[in-house]
């Protein structure tokens, strides 16, 4: 099982930029999913970003413009920069990854929390 760990979370004022980023313990150029998704309080959670097969990145119409996916293979790491954040941007932040034949692994981090201040 891949083990995922999240980091960079914290708290800003609006418009501040964060950058989290999501550590694999395996590799992750195989992955057929890598993606990012918020948990807001009393919310379900929402995908804000997913990249399909190491091609396709998806950004959800809230973040469109302002996140920004992206992997660093040599260290099995995404990354999310997060700029001109919003209060609508508060919440765990957690990474997901999906893998192998029909999507059989299927993996989150435990998250890491994002707070924007107005």
């Known amino acids: 099982q891949v083990q995922l760990v999240e980091s960079g979370g914290g708290s800003v004022q609006t418009g501040g930029s964060l950058r989290l980023s999501c550590a694999a313990s395996?590799?992750?150029?195989?992955?057929?999913?890598m993606a990012w998704y918020r948990q807001a309080p009393g919310n379900q959670q929402r995908e804000l970003v997913a990249e399909f097969s190491r091609l396709l990145v998806n950004y959800a119409d809230s973040v469109k413009g302002r996140f920004t996916f992206s992997t660093d293979n040599s260290k099995n790491t995404a990354y999310l920069q997060m700029n001109n954040l919003k209060p609508e941007d508060t919440g765990v932040y957690l990474c997901?990854?999906?893998?192998?034949?029909?999507?059989?692994?299927?993996?989150w981090g435990q998250g890491t929390q994002v707070t924007v201040s107005s």
């Open positions: 997901h990854v999906r893998a192998g034949y029909k999507n059989i692994l299927n993996a």
């Open positions: 395996a590799s992750i150029a195989g992955f057929n999913v």
